[in-house]
């Protein structure tokens, strides 16, 4: 009874008082952090937009909100970097990065741990869409990949695949890639069970995750 979207909002307050700790904004800054942290939230892959191997582009709670997926702008990495003496935007874009760096491992975590490599009933497969973990990417970017190979070891559990970037292929372990944490028929049944609301000829879901 709205115990996924409620575990988001959880983790959302957790990771948000770590980030802002005691640190005093204006209205307007905290404004400006709150939309980066909701583009970072809705820009989470949900299930493969194709069948089509070639196809890497994955489904987002953005595309229920403005028809494609949310992107920000790159910014240098500010994790480091000391605040005093430095604008209000770089406080703000600091914040927004130590948010994305928390939130995002727990959820690549999380991710990792529906799917055990270590067990013959793991998810991954050729033609699976998967994250690939990297702690490099900036804010509401998620390295996607397509699973070409699988190298089986000796007791037939496969531990290494490659996999196929939009640039290049890849030989990763499996430990380091997260299969998308959403089926076919789980997400097809949640749009269908979602409210539409028509309002003066304008449509909308009644139920977006946040």
Request: charged share 20%.
């Amino acid at each position: 009874m709205g115990g996924k979207w409620e575990a988001v909002v959880k983790s959302v307050k957790h990771h948000l008082r770590r980030t802002v700790a005691e640190t005093a904004l204006t209205h307007e800054e905290l404004f400006t952090l709150l939309t980066q942290i909701e583009a970072i939230l809705n820009s989470r892959p949900l299930e493969p937009l194709t069948n089509d191997p070639e196809d890497i582009a994955a489904l987002t709670p953005g595309h229920f909100l403005i028809g494609c997926p949310l992107v920000a702008v790159p910014e240098p990495s500010l994790l480091d970097l000391s605040t005093s003496g430095h604008s209000r935007w770089k406080l703000i874009q600091q914040r927004v990065q130590g948010f994305w760096s928390r939130w995002s491992s727990q959820y690549l975590q999380r991710q990792q741990s529906i799917s055990k490599w270590h067990h013959p009933s793991n998810t991954i497969e050729v033609g699976s869409l998967v994250l690939l973990t990297d702690e490099r990417t900036p804010p509401t970017r998620w390295p996607l990949a397509r699973v070409v190979a699988l190298h089986p070891g000796k007791d037939g559990l496969t531990r290494v695949v490659t996999v196929k970037t939009a640039t290049t292929s890849l030989v990763r372990p499996v430990t380091k890639l997260a299969p998308l944490p959403v089926s076919s028929a789980a997400a097809h049944s949640e749009i269908s069970s979602a409210t539409v609301v028509a309002d003066g000829g304008r449509k909308c879901l009644g139920k977006i995750e946040v």
